[in-house]
C-alpha cells in the first residue's frame, strides 16, 4: 500500500485566537475601569462626599461581580459537568466585569450577587456554557436587577458626590414618559456640557459614561481585527441620523442628535456589549441590518415605550434573532436582493419613525425634563 504522507500547509491559519481578542479586550478596558473608579471613588472622596472605603468601592463592586462569576461557573463545571475549567478557558472573568460595568454603583451588594449568580446560570451555563448562549449573559443579569430596583423603587444612578451637587435626582425622568423634545438647558445644562458627556463625568452606571474612552477601544479593537466594527458604526449611525430629523424638524440644534449618542451608555454598549462574539451576526450583510434594527429599536425605546433599560432590552431581542440575520445574511452572499430589500425597508422606518416622533414630540421647555441617561 501506498504510504501517504501529510504535510502541513498550505493551511490558512488563524492568529487572531479568542486568547488573543480577549486579551485586545481586557487592554481595552483598562482605561475604562480606572475612570470607573476616578468617577465614582476618587472624585466623591475628594470632594468629601465619601471616606476611604467609598473611594475603593467601585472597584471592590466590580471585584465582588467578577468573583461571583468566576465561582459560579468554576461549581457549576465541577459539580453538573464533572470537570475542573480553568478561568482562562471559560473567560468568566468577563461576564462578571460586564454585569459590574452595567449597573448603577448604589445597587446593593446582595443584589449584585444574585444579578451575577442568575447572569452566570440563567444566561450562559444552562445554555452549555462558553459560546452555546442565545442572549448576551451581561444583559440577562442587568434586566434582573433593574427589574427588582424599579419594585423597590431604588433606582438611583447618582454617586455620594453627585447627590450633593445635582439637586433633586427623583426628577430625572424618561423623555418617554413627557410630550418634549427637550432643550438644551434641560437635557445637557444640568450636567455641564457636551464635553462633560463626552469626557463621562456626568450620572450613569458604573462604567458606561465615558463617550471618549469608548470611541478610544474600538479604533484599538478595530485595529486589532477583535471587533466586529461596522455594528458599532451602523448602530450609532442609526441614531445620529434619527435624531437628527427628529431635531431639524423642531428647530433644535446639532447638538441635539450628539447630546443622544452621547448619553444613555449608547457608545459603551455598541462598542463593548452589542459586538459580542457569540450573541451577534457574523456575515458583514446581517451585521449592518443588526445595527440599524439596533438604532430603531433603541430610539423606540428612548421616545415611545417609557421603560428602563431600552438599549439593554433592544439588544436582547437582536441577540434572539441573530441566527435568522446571519443566515439571511449568508444568502444574501449568492442573492443580494434578499438583503437590500431589508434595507430598504429599514431606511423607510428609519425616516417614517423621525417624521412621527418629530410630529407628535413637542419642543417645549419642560422645567421636569432632565436627561434619559439615568433610564438606559
Known sequence: MK???????????????????????????????????YKNGYLPFKHGATDIIGLFYPLIFIAIAVLTSC??????????????????LTFSVFLGLFFALILPINTPIWLLIIGALLSSLVGKMIWGGLGNNKFNPALVGNLFVILILSILGEINYLNSYETTIIADANTLA????????????????????????????????????????????????TYKKALKWRIPLIYIGTVFIITYFIGFLNGVGLWYPIFQILS??????????????????????AQVVYGMSLGI???????????????????????????LLDKIGAQARFDFKKISILIMVEMV?????????????????????ESHILEE
Open 3 to 37: 504510504e501517504i504522507h501529510i504535510k502541513e500547509g498550505p493551511f490558512i491559519k488563524a492568529e487572531n485566537k479568542v486568547q488573543n481578542i480577549m486579551k485586545n479586550l481586557l487592554i481595552s478596558l483598562i482605561p475604562i475601569i480606572l475612570f470607573a473608579f
Open 71 to 88: 465561582l459560579t461557573e468554576y461549581l457549576y463545571n465541577l459539580v453538573i459537568n464533572k470537570e475542573k475549567k480553568s478561568f482562562k
Open 174 to 221: 424618561n423623555p418617554a414618559t413627557l410630550n418634549a423634545i427637550g432643550t438644551y438647558e434641560t437635557l445637557v445644562a444640568p450636567y455641564g456640557t457636551l464635553w462633560d458627556f463626552l469626557i463621562g463625568t456626568v450620572p450613569g452606571t458604573i462604567g458606561t459614561t465615558s463617550v471618549l474612552f469608548c470611541i478610544i477601544a474600538y479604533f484599538y479593537l
Open 264 to 285: 444613555g451608555g449608547l457608545m459603551f454598549a455598541a462598542v463593548f456589549i452589542a459586538t459580542d462574539p457569540v450573541t451577534s451576526p457574523t456575515t458583514p450583510t
Open 297 to 323: 429599536l433603541t430610539i423606540l425605546f428612548r421616545y415611545l415605550i417609557p421603560v428602563p433599560n431600552g438599549i439593554v432590552i433592544s439588544i436582547l431581542i437582536m441577540n434572539g434573532l441573530t441566527l
Open 349 to 369: 422606518i428609519i425616516l417614517a419613525i423621525s417624521i412621527y416622533i418629530a410630529e407628535v414630540k413637542t419642543n417645549s421647555n419642560v422645567s421636569n425634563l
